[in-house]
């Protein structure tokens, strides 16, 4: 084998000399160009280059690789994938620390042979490949990984959801309807009609939850809760909604203020789903000896209809206004009462669906006012009840 020239032996010399100044420039001009996070500490930055520099050096003076070819840049990618750069940031710490060489080299005084430029492009080139490549390797490990641990999740999710659909809504309707048969007859005394209201109230409240499970559920997979639109008297809608609240919470007072006739085009199921949501829920958070009051008006100017739900109940407070309508942010101290804190997502799935909006006003001068406003002809697309 050919030796390398002298001069080629003692650029390698310089370079094994000025590599903590190498080291340090290179750092340095990382962190100027905003190239890693500020929290990164300088260990984990400079990791497998001093010995990236030693094969440089080894390059150039024609000496063995302190470390198998390409190992340590396979290790470096490996390491700069864990911590979370990219493969453009891989590429650019590259081509920073070959302009800190020729900067150093520069300075020496010493000129470049083509030999030795050969030789520099030659490690870096691989250094890049072998990095580039293992950074791409492990990126690629983890998303096939992910995307099984997706498929997983999702397997389960359409057992579970199988399961509450049918192995839950069954023996529920079962009870339900035993109740009502039972209430039809006539209770023989008080203790036992008060019995049968709360197996009514607790069958209706599971199977609710369990809509809104399954609504949660089909609004995560398509993006939206399918709504079916039709003329409706929405003065009829609400007078339903209030007594059936009214059958839950028998010892409270609500009262209905309403311009007649409303007529709107929405989906009358959804529409009185988002009503009860809002009644169960001001009834729950108002003191029992208040008042509950809904008011439904039209708009002519906007084409539109606006249904008000308010109640005396405590004061929402800001910061919690900002996520009322959040899924999974039901109040904890609820959490005895069986909520999943979807009642009041699902109503704006299902009013946004309609094309319309639903906010919260609250204080403890004026109380709580949910307001939801409804076009009276929504752009919306129906979705086709399959057979």
């Not at 309403?258 to 009834?283: G, K, M, Y």
Request: net charge negative.
């Amino acid at each position: 084998m050919t030796s390398p020239p002298p001069q080629s032996c003692a650029l390698a010399d310089l370079l094994e000399q000025r590599r903590e100044t190498i080291i340090e420039r290179w750092t340095a001009r990382m962190r100027a160009e905003n190239l890693v996070d500020d929290r990164l500490s300088t260990p984990i930055l400079r990791n497998c280059l001093p010995e990236f520099l030693d094969q440089v050096a080894a390059a150039l003076g024609g000496q063995p690789q302190a470390a198998p070819c390409g190992e340590v840049a396979r290790e470096h990618g490996r390491q700069r994938y864990r911590v979370g750069f990219d493969l453009r940031t891989v590429v650019l710490e590259y081509d920073i620390l070959r302009e800190v060489l020729f900067d150093t080299i520069e300075e020496s005084g010493r000129p470049l042979q083509v030999a030795e430029m050969r030789a520099l492009c030659a490690v870096f080139a691989g250094g890049i490949a072998e990095a580039v490549d293992q950074f791409s390797r492990d990126r690629e490990a983890d998303l096939q990984a992910g995307a099984a641990e997706r498929e997983r999740a999702s397997e389960f999710e359409r057992q579970l959801i199988a399961i509450v659909s049918h192995d839950l809504r069954s023996p529920l309707a079962a009870i339900l309807v035993a109740a009502e048969a039972v209430a039809r007859r006539g209770a023989p005394d008080d203790k036992t009609a008060r019995l049968l209201l709360r197996i009514q109230t607790g069958a209706h409240r599971a199977t609710r939850l369990i809509n809104d499970l399954l609504d949660y559920s089909h609004e995560r997979k398509s993006g939206r809760i399918p709504v079916r639109p039709q003329d409706v008297s929405l003065r009829v809608l609400v007078r339903e909604a209030i007594d059936e609240a009214a059958t839950m919470f028998p010892e409270r007072i609500i009262e209905y203020a309403c311009e007649d006739p409303i007529l709107a085009r929405v989906d009358p199921d959804r529409i009185a789903q988002v009503l009860s949501n809002l009644l169960t829920n001001a009834l729950k958070y108002s003191p029992t000896s208040t008042v509950v009051r809904v008011t439904t008006q039209v708009s002519a100017e906007a084409d539109a209809v606006t249904i008000e739900v308010h109640n005396w109940g405590p004061p929402i407070s800001p910061d919690r206004r900002g996520t009322l309508f959040e899924p999974f942010q039901g109040d904890p101290s609820l959490r005895a009462r069986a909520s999943l804190g979807l009642g009041l997502h699902i109503s704006r799935q299902i009013v946004l669906a309609h094309g319309g909006t639903i906010n919260v006003c609250s204080s403890a001068e004026d109380g709580t006012t949910f307001t939801c406003t409804l076009p009276r002809q929504p752009h919306v697309m129906p979705i086709p009840v399959t057979a």
